[in-house]
């Protein structure tokens, strides 16, 4: 009586063929951050250079793949009208966007607006 291959030894050669495929090509590039083109001074509120407010407003900021400021919103403001100053600013600001792999992304950073006297 003669005896098949056993189920065992099936299974093994389907992993070997599998083992033996030719992997899908993987990126080895790595990502790139998002460069700042043009990003707007802000303006400083009389409000705040009555009251001699400095500091910093973190903004978080979406940026698409044309490099676009797509959203932003403020995480730690300063008041008396900066916060708004600050949001207006970034708004308007352009960035080389972040890549991955070499195509462009889009992404999301914190980014601190000064605002000295």
């Given amino acids: 009586m003669a005896v098949g291959p056993r189920g065992g030894e099936r299974v093994r050669e389907e992993v070997r063929a599998l083992a033996s495929a030719t992997p899908a090509a993987t990126c080895d590039g790595g990502e790139s951050k998002v460069k700042p083109v043009n990003v707007p001074r802000p303006a400083y509120t009389e409000e705040a250079r009555a009251a001699s407010i400095e500091g910093k407003v973190r903004v978080e900021l979406t940026v698409n793949e044309r490099g676009a400021v797509s959203g932003a919103k403020v995480l730690q403001g300063l008041g008396f009208g900066l916060d708004e100053a600050a949001l207006a600013a970034v708004r308007e ?5 972040a890549t991955k792999c070499g195509v462009a992304i889009a992404s999301t950073f914190v980014l601190s ?5």
């Fill in 93 to 97: 600001a352009t960035f080389e966007p």
């Fill in 113 to 117: 607006v000064r605002f000295v006297l």
